[in-house]
């Protein structure tokens, strides 16, 4: 697992989620661990490396 730092789309602060590298390329829901508002996150992985990372807020 690799943990990675970035800022939530919500609330600003900066947080962190675990990511799988095993996985190429991934794209799912998680709620931030400050202010609780869904994000959607996705991820892309070559060779273990992470090449892509987007995190959107989801508008409730």
């Given at each position: 697992?690799?943990?990675?730092?970035?800022q939530?789309?919500?609330?600003?602060?900066?947080?962190?989620?675990?990511?799988d590298?095993?996985?190429?390329?991934?794209e799912?829901?998680e709620?931030?661990e400050?202010?609780?508002?869904?994000?959607?996150?996705q991820?892309?992985?070559?060779?273990?490396?992470?090449?892509?990372?987007?995190?959107?807020?989801?508008?409730?």
């Open positions: 697992m690799l943990e990675h730092f970035f939530c789309p919500h609330c600003f602060q900066e947080i962190s989620m675990l990511l590298p095993s996985v190429g390329r991934q799912y829901i709620d931030c400050v202010c609780c508002n869904p994000i959607e996150l991820v892309e992985f070559e060779d273990g490396e992470l090449v892509y990372f987007e995190a959107n807020s989801i508008e409730q």
